[in-house]
């Protein structure tokens, strides 16, 4: 054996050491790509301007050498100076970083300190051109990650439950919601966006009118008649006691008149329109077939919406008794003021941050009144004593924030539990379970990633991580636009019609390719979202509008042919099992027969008891003739 020197393993063990450091270190560094859109819309007022640019950067994590090329045009002004700037985010301003030369295109790179590197990494870093025209800048643009080019790769597949539609109501325009009333047997109350609520008896399917709000709601199509919108009657609730005291709540898109109550539109714009929740009466409500009284109307609360579009929409009544008022941030895009509407009006009315994050507006937040109190400012409703802002910054109307368009939220019947699908941007759908004082992301971020609003170009998602606030709620379970466009929130399923699917979050999309394509999903175990398999048709093959549940828990599918507040193509549809199918699988079999010997005889429990097909308490011979007759 050959004798070491003193002190060579110690060398050894030193270099191994070195060694190993920079290898990881050279694991780790990386080129990160970066992009940069230059527009007016990104100044703080922005600039209405027809300069714009565009660049990109790279960033090399071991050297931290940062790299750019960019390019503009169409300057008002000449240009008199252009500059790096940060930290700072969106539409805020910081000290300068590196001084840019003059003119177009302008290509460099210079070492940064590692301060730097990690403000740029953050997405705070942006450039500035000014102008003699506009000196504190003409264009900006932020220096932000490359785009995710396929955000979601998992694909939504079948889930094992199998269902069948079947019709309950036609001759509807545009349903979107679907409730029952306290004390009413057998009935759904259905909202039609074009101002009718429906009363529908599910014994025969007939509708009856309960409330016609039509005069009161805004022109519908937003491009003219028969055209897209998302104003309208959005949503109704009944009051826990209704069967005694007769009253009902509605959301509509009314035309701007009245003063608001609250609005984030700067002095010398007008409101697209706004939103209304109003109180009504029913003199009778134990009469399944009473109506309410058109001339009820009280006004709880109005609220500016400073675009057409993410109304939000859906209120419904928590197991505390108040009422919750789902919000949308006000329309347009990205939740950030800049660039102009379809009516080509400027978008104003987000600010710098956004509604979403702005907890000093109502807007992009799901709020929680009590209709029976008066202390709020207009002394028409009350003010919970224990929502999450009272005596403290921030509305205290406000229960959770930070949504982009909460088109639907609803409570599980069961626990209590409160569901918000969150309309997404332009990639990702989410499902949120909602609690007080949460703050759910919106515009920082789009379902699990960070959100790049990208100035007056699209506004995309990147995983890099980004400098956002402490406390972001991520969602329960997303998925991105290769699989549909819109999410449509629904139930927690709670009937006996279909025990495999008790205690699952039944919702949908709009439309994959706004074609009459919708799709109807659960959640599975896991929080995974899974398509229904659906009997007897390969896909759904309408717009998906919204969903409704009865006061047994049943759910309902609420679609049209057109996916606009136009026609008399829309119907309610009731999810069941196809007859026979105790297992659910899609086909009445051996299966069924050996899962209804097994079970025969009284239900102890009607809600968990599959092989009770006909719903009597029972299983017996019925049941077991209706696998029979449907068999395969």
Not at 375 to 399: C, R, T, W
Not at 472 to 500: C, K, M
Not at 514 to 542: C, H, K, S, T, W
Request: aromatic share 10%; net charge negative.
């Amino acid at each position: 054996m050959t004798a070491s020197k003193p002190g060579s393993h110690g060398a050894a063990a030193s270099l191994l050491s070195v060694w190993a450091t920079l290898t990881a270190i050279g694991a780790s560094a990386e080129t990160v790509d970066f992009t940069i859109t230059i527009d007016g819309s990104q100044l703080n007022p922005p600039v209405d301007t027809a300069g714009s640019g565009s660049g990109t950067a790279t960033l090399d994590t071991s050297t931290n050498l940062f790299s750019w090329e960019i390019t503009f045009n169409g300057l008002e002004g000449t240009q008199t100076a252009a500059h790096f700037h940060g930290a700072a985010p969106y539409c805020n301003v910081a000290g300068v970083q590196i001084v840019l030369p003059l003119g177009s295109p302008i290509m460099g790179s210079e070492t940064l300190t590692a301060q730097q590197a990690a403000d740029v990494l953050a997405g705070l870093w942006y450039i500035n051109i000014h102008s003699d025209l506009h000196p504190p800048g003409e264009i900006r643009g932020q220096v932000m990650p490359a785009p995710l080019t396929n955000p979601r790769a998992d694909l939504i597949g079948h889930g094992d439950v199998h269902v069948q539609l079947e019709t309950v109501a036609t001759g509807l325009t545009a349903p979107n919601w679907g409730t029952s009333a306290p004390g009413v047997d057998n009935r759904l109350f259905v909202t039609d966006q074009s101002g009718m609520l429906w009363n529908i008896n599910l014994d025969n399917g007939v509708k009856s009118v309960f409330l016609d709000v039509s005069a009161r709601i805004v022109e519908l199509g937003i491009f003219g008649e028969g055209t897209f919108d998302e104003r309208g009657l959005l949503g109704v609730a009944f009051h826990p006691d209704y069967a005694t005291n007769g009253l009902l709540y509605t959301y509509i898109s009314e035309p701007t008149g009245g003063a608001a109550d609250f609005s984030t539109m700067p002095e010398g714009f007008t409101a697209n329109h706004q939103t209304v929740i109003l109180e009504w009466q029913v003199a009778n409500p134990a009469d399944p077939d009473a109506v309410a009284d058109p001339d009820s109307a009280r006004e709880l609360v109005r609220i500016d919406q400073p675009q057409f579009n993410h109304n939000g929409g859906a209120i419904s009544f928590g197991a505390d008794g108040m009422l919750y008022i789902a919000l949308g941030d006000g329309g347009d895009a990205d939740d950030e003021d800049g660039g102009f509407d379809p009516f080509s009006q400027p978008v104003v009315g987000h600010g710098c941050m956004g509604n979403g994050q702005n907890i000093e507006s109502a807007l992009g937040s799901v709020l929680r009144i009590d209709p029976n109190g008066s202390n709020s400012a207009n002394g028409q409703y009350g003010l919970p004593a224990d929502n999450p802002f009272v005596g403290m910054d921030g509305l205290d109307e406000i229960f959770a924030y930070g949504f982009r368009n909460p088109f639907r939220i609803s409570f599980d019947p069961l626990t209590g539990e409160l569901y918000v699908a969150d309309v997404g941007q332009n990639h990702i759908e989410e499902i949120h379970t909602v609690t007080a004082g949460g703050n759910y992301g919106w515009n920082y971020k789009e379902g699990s990633f960070f959100f790049v609003r990208n100035g007056a170009g699209g506004g995309y998602v990147t995983d890099r991580p980004l400098s956002v606030p402490d406390g972001l709620i991520d969602p329960i379970a997303e998925y991105d636009h290769d699989e549909g466009l819109a999410i449509v929130g629904g139930f927690v399923y709670r009937g006996s019609l279909i025990p495999q699917l008790a205690g699952r979050y039944v919702h949908g999309d709009f439309a994959r390719t706004f074609n009459n394509d919708g799709r109807l999903f659960y959640l599975d175990a896991g929080d995974e979202i899974v398509e229904f398999p659906l009997v007897g048709q390969p896909e759904f093959g309408m717009s998906l509008l919204g969903f409704g549940q009865d006061a047994q828990g049943e759910v309902y599918v609420m679609s049209n042919m057109t996916g606009t507040p136009f026609g008399d193509s829309g119907v309610v549809l009731r999810l069941r099992r196809k007859g026979g199918d105790v297992d659910a699988n899609g086909v009445a079999d051996i299966d069924d027969i050996f899962a209804i010997l097994g079970q025969w005889g009284p239900c102890p429990d009607p809600n968990d008891c599959p092989g009770d097909l006909n719903a009597d308490g029972v299983v017996d011979i019925d049941d077991l003739f209706l696998v029979l007759q449907n068999w395969g």
